[in-house]
């Protein structure tokens, strides 16, 4: 039982500060399976999902989508994958989306979460991260990578960016400090090459045997 543990990473770090592009590499060298919140949320925008017309306003004014969205969509992912370790990228955003992840209500999952929510019974846990990365980056190196990615993100503009960082630093900075002070933390400068950074993320599923 305890081999089929859920390992659950949460990616942390301001826009642009490189989640995905690291993700990508943690995927490719240690076999995650990786959830972008934002991704998702972007998706179901596009399927014209209920709701979408305010999910994308609000994308677009840099603010939060309700938890229980993005929990759902989260929660749905997880339940039709059949790995077990889990990067979770940029997500929780806000204290409140902490704890509703935290309280999942995992029992009327089929059977791979059913093995999660057993191992939390059994600990006594919520459902917790094992690890959180931080990507930790300077303003204007967030804004310059955001403004040249060109991929014609509705969120991707100067306006938005400000937004964004401003809700980064009132929302998200006390879910790290929240991580930190609990020893899950795992804060990794942000700057320098993709693989100059990737270099400094490797040992860290190294050294929990991934
Ligand atoms: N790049 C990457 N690494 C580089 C490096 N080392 N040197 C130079 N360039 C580098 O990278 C950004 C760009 O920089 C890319 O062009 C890349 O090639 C280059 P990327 O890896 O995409 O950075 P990332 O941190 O993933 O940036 P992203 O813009 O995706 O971060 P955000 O956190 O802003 O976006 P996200 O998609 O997570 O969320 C978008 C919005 O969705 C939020 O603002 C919010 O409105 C909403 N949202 C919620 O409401 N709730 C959620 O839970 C999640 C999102
Ligand atoms: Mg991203």
């Known amino acids: 039982f ?6 659950i990473t949460f990616v942390l770090g301001g826009p642009g500060s490189g989640k ?12 995650f399976k990786h959830l972008s ?3 998702l949320l972007r998706r179901e925008i596009d399927s014209n999902s209920e709701h979408w017309s305010q999910m994308l306003n609000t994308i677009k004014e840099g ?6 969205v993005t929990v759902r969509l989260i929660q749905q992912e997880m339940e039709s994958s059949d790995s077990n370790k889990f990067l979770i990228d940029g997500f929780p955003r ?3 989306n902490r704890i509703a992840f935290e309280q999942l209500d995992l029992v009327s999952f089929p059977i ?3 093995m999660i929510s057993s191992y939390v019974k059994a600990h006594q846990i919520g459902l917790e991260p094992n690890v959180v990365l931080f ?4 303003e204007e190196e967030m804004v310059k990578r955001v403004l040249n990615r060109n991929q014609g993100r509705v969120d991707d503009n100067i306006d938005t960016v400000k937004k964004r960082l401003k809700v980064f630093e009132i929302l998200n900075l006390p879910v790290i400090d929240y ?6 933390l795992c804060k990794i400068n942000a700057v320098g090459t993709e693989d100059e950074i990737f270099e400094k993320v490797r040992p860290i599923f190294s050294a929990c045997g991934m």
Not at 135 to 138: A, G, R, S, W
Not at 179 to 184: D, F, L, T, V
């Open 2 to 7: 305890k081999e089929r543990n859920p390992f």
């Open 20 to 31: 995905g592009t690291q993700c990508q590499k943690i995927v490719e060298t240690f076999g």
């Open 37 to 39: 919140a934002g991704e």
């Open 63 to 68: 603010r939060i989508v309700p938890s229980e």
């Open 94 to 96: 806000t204290e409140e």
């Open 112 to 114: 791979n979460l059913i």
């Open 135 to 138: 990507f930790d980056c300077p």
């Open 179 to 184: 991580y930190s002070k609990r020893g899950k």
